[in-house]
């Protein structure tokens, strides 16, 4: 037994320049810190993150959901076994006592659940991959996931009128990770001499400029052919070495029972035909977030048409809710699930979604925030339950290319017993 004899909590900034709470906790002269990441595209069940909503930083302050830490936490968490991760993280939903942790906020907990998980690595001498495998009760922690590289920002991840919010790489052709990544890296590179005029959202995906397209699927098409053009230049082949994904987040425009995409009014319908439309005339392998989180008709539709064909994401239908999932998996909707720490705000609660989702045939991707740190929990998250698929952001920012470099890292000190998902 190794107590916590030392909490702090403290902001730091996020990739948007948005304070975010860090924790450092402290046993036997061992220190170990979290950071937490923030959404700007949100499901509406995510549990929440608390912000002061006062003056300083416009409102986006965490000095409550710090104090809730100092206050709250503290004196209930210190001199716990950090060995107990369970019990560490029942203690902070006990203590919040709400549905959605909003009470102390999920910034507060998670940044404390993180910390305790990375203290205890640091204190068994493991990488914190090989911890997590521990926890998840996973003997084999060596399969490295295929990245999904996020290239061209649009939606609540950018400035631009492009409706659609994210357009990935899928380097399904290479033969490790560290490879994967040249390849986005490469095509990621010949893109920015098209968008020369155009900045990076969020995500550090290039926001295009001035397409000539007038209409969202149009819209779509145009910037798919881009992609095509860029995977082209850089010498690989779409559909062997390189496919596509599109984080559609239907969220954001559906409005009365329609989606109302860049001038067009689309039902359920007419937008899976779009989609349809697209599987077959580009290497899209992926949708995510296909249909809006309400529009349960529409998630059911596009699995029984597409599931088959495609994978179909769960991101803000789930939020990595293990009530929700469960309705999603009776229901028989979409085919993957998009694993967010935050969403939930305890490691406990998310290593137990993956092993659902798991259990139950639903493919595992683990995704980043909009609003990041250099904290690379989640490679390690994706590493040691064998998830299979990560979503961390382009081939540029710091705060992206640190888990792509994470994962490469433990590539590399893997060697022969690393196992590539592409």
């Given at each position: ?291 809006a989180e309400q529009d349960g008709l529409g998630w059911k539709i596009l699995t029984e048409t597409l599931g088959n064909k495609i994978q179909l994401v769960g991101d ?107």
């Open positions: 037994m190794a107590k916590i004899s030392y909490l702090e909590a403290y902001w730091v900034l996020d990739s948007r320049g948005r304070p975010t709470v860090g924790c450092t906790v402290k046993s036997e002269d061992v220190t170990a810190k979290a950071f937490v990441p923030s959404g700007a595209s949100l499901g509406l069940h995510e549990a929440l993150e608390i912000r002061d909503r006062e003056k300083a930083f416009a409102g986006f302050g965490v000095d409550k959901a710090i104090g809730n830490i100092k206050e709250i936490i503290a004196p209930e968490i210190l001199g716990q076994d950090v060995f107990d991760q369970k019990g560490i993280d029942r203690k902070m939903i006990e203590l919040d006592g709400t549905k959605n942790k909003s009470k102390l906020g999920a910034n507060a907990i998670l940044a404390v659940s993180l910390s305790c998980a990375r203290l205890a690595a640091a204190l068994n001498r493991l990488e914190l991959f090989e911890y997590i495998a521990k926890l998840y009760k996973n003997p084999h922690p060596v399969l490295l996931p295929l990245p999904y590289i996020n290239v061209i920002n649009g939606g609540a991840h950018a400035k631009d009128s492009l409706d659609i919010q994210e357009f990935m790489l899928i380097p399904k052709g290479a033969d490790s990770f560290q490879s994967a990544v040249q390849t986005a890296s490469e095509i990621f590179f010949y893109l920015g001499e098209m968008f020369k005029t155009g900045g990076v959202g969020d995500e550090g995906g290039y926001e295009p400029q001035n397409l000539r397209s007038n209409l969202g699927t149009d819209k779509v098409k145009e910037v798919l052919e881009m992609l095509l053009k860029a995977v082209n230049k850089a010498g690989y082949e779409a559909g062997r070495d390189i496919f596509l994904g599109l984080d559609i987040a239907a969220n954001h425009f559906y409005f009365e029972d329609k989606y109302q995409l860049s001038g067009q009014n689309l039902t359920s319908k007419e937008l899976l035909g779009f989609y349809e439309e697209l599987i077959n005339n580009y290497p899209v392998i992926s949708l995510e977030d296909g249909m803000d239908l789930f939020v990595t809710n293990p009530k929700l999932f469960q309705r999603g998996i009776e229901a028989k909707i979409a085919n993957a699930i998009m694993i967010k720490l935050n969403q939930v705000g305890t490691l406990t609660e998310t290593l137990e979604v993956i092993k659902m989702a798991q259990n139950h045939g639903y493919q595992t991707m683990i995704g980043n925030r909009s609003g990041e740190t250099e904290d690379t929990t989640i490679a390690d998250l994706a590493v040691g339950t064998n998830a299979g698929e990560i979503k961390s952001g382009s081939c540029d920012r710091g705060e992206r290319t640190a888990k792509y470099n994470r994962l490469m890292e433990i590539e590399r000190n893997l060697k022969d017993k690393a196992k590539f998902s592409g």
